[in-house]
Every structure is written in structure tokens, then in C-alpha cells.
């Protein structure tokens, strides 16, 4: 096997967890919604890019089989459009949630962490990648705010896989539009 697929084991208390990529980048979201399509068009794109120890997840939203391949992943950046964060890409490090309990047919990031904790013995490092949605209704095109992000996006994940995606965001260095939640200033 190659060092990127190699095997390396995790143990916990119940059974061994092979860890399969360095780091996954989950890309979901409605891509019959315009900018709703941004996050898993940015994990298309870097599949295309074949990068070492990089394996993708496109889907159109999060749901508890996903637990396995994050349960599998050292580190995991979950990709989204957001309505709510419209001034640029936003990075925000992300934690398990208290429980793993699912109140509707789909999840969000950090319920899938504490998922892959309750089912799988492990959560891996985890960032969420939010990016500025403008325009929701029925179409395939982008605004050129989720255009912009969706460029910004892929640069980075390139970046911080081939940094080994340091432990703290703070440490990056970004062109452009790139934030981390809660900082006012590029990272």
C-alpha cells in the first residue's frame, strides 16, 4: 500500500478504528439550489485534485452513515453554504456536541461528530467551512459571492492539507476573503 492509504490503527476501549485519510472534506448541500450547491462543488473540485491523503464526501445534507467515514478520518472539514455569514469564507474549529441524538432526518456537524464518538470510540479534529449564500432558488448557477467563496474554499483546503491542517486555524495563512468565526481580520 502507499503511505497515503496506508493503515494506521486508532485503539479504543471497544475495537480498533483504521484511520483511511488524513483528511476528509465533506461537501453537502442542495445542488439544484444555487448557492445551496457550493459545498459539494468544492469537494468535487478537490477529488479532482487527487491530493495525498485527501479522500471527499459529496452528499445533500449529513446523515448518521456518515459517522463511519468521520469516525475514519484524523482530521474533517464539513463544507456548507450559509445564509446567516455573508461577509466571506468562515473557518470556525468544531467540537462533538453533547449527545448524538438526531431530531430530524438530517444532521448538522456536530452531531455527526459526537455520532462517530458514541458509534465509533472516536472523533477526529473538525473545522467548518461555511460559505456566503445568496440566492437559494431552483437553478444550477452561483452568485458571485458563492463564486468568490467556492474559489477562496478550494485554495484553502489545498493550503491546510498540504500544512497537515494545523490543530489551530489561527496558525494559517489565507488570501483574500478568508475569516475565522468570531475575527474580523484574515487568518
Same mark, same amino acid.
Given at each position: 500500500? /502507499?503511505?497515503?492509504?496506508?493503515?494506521?490503527?486508532?485503539?479504543?476501549?471497544?475495537?480498533?478504528?483504521?484511520?483511511?485519510? #488524513? !483528511?476528509?472534506?465533506?461537501?453537502?448541500?442542495?445542488?439544484?439550489?444555487?448557492?445551496?450547491?457550493?459545498?459539494?462543488?468544492?469537494?468535487?473540485?478537490?477529488?479532482?485534485? =487527487?491530493?495525498?491523503?485527501?479522500?471527499?464526501?459529496? @452528499?445533500? !445534507?449529513?446523515?448518521? #452513515? =456518515?459517522?463511519?467515514?468521520?469516525?475514519?478520518?484524523?482530521?474533517?472539514? $464539513?463544507?456548507?453554504?450559509?445564509?446567516?455569514?455573508?461577509?466571506?469564507? =468562515?473557518?470556525?474549529?468544531?467540537?462533538?456536541? #453533547?449527545?448524538?441524538?438526531?431530531?430530524?432526518?438530517?444532521?448538522?456537524?456536530?452531531?455527526? !461528530?459526537?455520532?462517530?464518538?458514541?458509534?465509533? /470510540?472516536?472523533?477526529?479534529?473538525?473545522?467548518?467551512?461555511?460559505?456566503?449564500?445568496? =440566492?437559494? /432558488? $431552483?437553478?444550477?448557477?452561483?452568485?458571485?459571492?458563492?463564486?468568490?467563496?467556492?474559489?477562496?474554499?478550494?485554495?484553502?483546503?489545498?493550503?491546510?492539507?498540504?500544512?497537515?491542517?494545523?490543530?489551530?486555524?489561527?496558525? @494559517?495563512?489565507?488570501? /483574500?476573503?478568508?475569516?475565522?468565526?468570531?475575527?474580523?481580520?484574515?487568518?
Amino acid at each position: 500500500m /502507499g503511505s497515503s492509504r496506508r493503515q494506521i490503527m486508532q485503539m479504543n476501549s471497544e475495537s480498533p478504528v483504521a484511520i483511511d485519510a #488524513e !483528511l476528509l472534506v465533506i461537501g453537502y448541500g442542495n445542488s439544484l439550489r444555487r448557492d445551496d450547491g457550493v459545498g459539494p462543488r468544492v469537494a468535487e473540485a478537490i477529488e479532482d485534485l =487527487h491530493l495525498p491523503g485527501v479522500r471527499t464526501l459529496v @452528499c445533500p !445534507l449529513l446523515s448518521p #452513515e =456518515h459517522a463511519d467515514p468521520i469516525a475514519r478520518a484524523r482530521r474533517v472539514i $464539513f463544507v456548507d453554504a450559509a445564509v446567516d455569514r455573508i461577509d466571506g469564507v =468562515h473557518l470556525r474549529k468544531l467540537e462533538a456536541g #453533547e449527545t448524538s441524538q438526531l431530531m430530524a432526518h438530517a444532521a448538522d456537524p456536530r452531531t455527526m !461528530l459526537a455520532l462517530a464518538r458514541d458509534v465509533f /470510540g472516536r472523533t477526529p479534529e473538525a473545522w467548518w467551512l461555511t460559505i456566503p449564500a445568496i =440566492h437559494l /432558488g $431552483f437553478g444550477t448557477d452561483y452568485s458571485a459571492e458563492a463564486e468568490a467563496g467556492f474559489q477562496t474554499a478550494v485554495t484553502q483546503i489545498k493550503q491546510l492539507a498540504a500544512e497537515g491542517l494545523k490543530s489551530d486555524a489561527n496558525n @494559517c495563512t489565507s488570501p /483574500g476573503n478568508f475569516r475565522e468565526a468570531g475575527a474580523g481580520k484574515p487568518v
